[in-house]
């Protein structure tokens, strides 16, 4: 298993934040995921638009899976519809 850092994008209104999140800790966890850490960054100002949004609320997740998860939650995170963006990054050790 490597380490990844997972960065993902939600919108600022709180309904549409919280079911974002338990849908992708949801989804982590059915695809076997460990998550080792959860850094809630807080809102910020986008560099570009996205989704017709200049706000949004970022959260950062320290994770162990395998390098083939990441293109089964690449899949499942391009359908929801509560994520504005998201990018896995490698973690170096």
């Given at each position: 298993m490597r380490q990844y850092e997972l960065t993902v994008i939600f919108?600022?209104?709180e309904d549409q934040y919280?079911?974002?999140r338990e849908q992708v800790l949801a989804d982590l966890a059915a695809n076997g995921v460990e998550i080792e850490k959860t850094d809630e960054?807080?809102?910020k100002d986008l560099a570009y638009e996205i989704k017709k949004?200049?706000?949004g609320r970022y959260v950062l997740?320290?994770?162990?899976?395998e390098q083939v998860k990441i293109v089964v939650l690449?899949?499942?995170f391009k359908l929801?519809?509560?994520i504005l963006k998201y990018l896995?990054?490698?973690r170096e050790e």
């Open positions: 919108p600022l209104e919280k079911a974002g960054i807080g809102d949004r200049k706000r997740f320290t994770l162990k899976l690449d899949r499942i929801n519809a509560n896995f990054i490698k």
